[in-house]
């Protein structure tokens, strides 16, 4: 299947500073990406989706300054959390679709762990 | 608006019983559902997906799941539990909204398998 990685996986940072995590498709071409996140023993909520080029269009409640999503090509998407807080502590999971017909299948990354101390 | 439910947080089967985890949907219209493995620390991996191409629908690892329309249900069973199976299990629904198709995961069920 095809394979999306994440860097960092873990990452620790102090509060107010920025964070930026990578997707990379590494064997597909992702034409939509879209990024959760995802607390303790809780699901994934959806974040924003991003096409390629496009900007990202953010979920409801969501700020859409604080967490910056760009999809600047068809193998990368970056997400920033700029003046990280404790409560963005969490784990950050990137997704990636491709080609034009929306039933195709989301690859999952393996996941960043953030925490802000 | 579409969504699903997962019955049951926590889940705790003996190594070679039956598993079962329990999904109903909410949708207007024929759903896409998905069924999701999530071991530690890692990725969502797919085990499965109904598409409306047959009811009963096999995945990988053993695991099926029953499309049952009458119940909105997509239950995910496997015959014989593995130690190995031991995992957060995601069921999920797309839908359209705001011009993107979009995954809307259930709260998980967490599986136990123990000797």
């Known amino acids: 299947g095809a394979v999306v990685s994440q860097h960092p996986s873990r990452v620790i940072c102090k509060s107010g500073t920025s964070v930026k995590i990578e997707c990379r498709s590494l064997?597909?071409?992702?034409?939509?990406m879209f990024w959760y996140r995802q607390f303790p023993k809780q699901s994934l909520m959806l974040m924003a989706t991003?096409?390629?080029?496009?900007?990202?269009?953010?979920e409801q409640g969501v700020e859409k300054d604080k967490f910056l999503i760009n999809h600047a090509s068809l193998t990368l998407s970056t997400l920033t959390v700029t003046s990280a807080h404790p409560e963005d502590s969490s784990f950050y999971i990137c997704s990636a679709r491709t080609g034009t017909d929306p039933y195709n299948e989301q690859f999952f990354g393996p996941g960043t762990r953030l925490t802000v101390l | 608006a579409q969504s699903v439910t997962q019955l049951g947080s926590h889940v705790s089967v003996s190594e070679g019983a039956l598993v079962l985890l329990r999904c109903n949907y909410s949708s207007s219209v024929p759903p896409y559902l998905f069924w999701y493995v999530q071991y530690p620390n890692q990725g969502l991996q797919l085990l499965l997906k109904y598409t409306s191409a047959a009811t009963l629908v096999k995945g990988i690892n053993g695991f099926e799941a029953e499309f049952k329309k009458s119940e909105t249900s997509f239950h995910l069973t496997k015959p014989s539990a593995h130690m190995s199976d031991a995992a957060e299990y995601f069921c999920a629904v797309r839908v359209l909204s705001g011009g993107y198709n979009k995954l809307i995961f259930g709260a998980g069920t967490r599986l136990a398998v123990h000797p």
């Open positions: 991003s096409n390629e080029g496009s900007k990202a269009t953010y």
């Open positions: 064997d597909f071409q992702a034409t939509t």
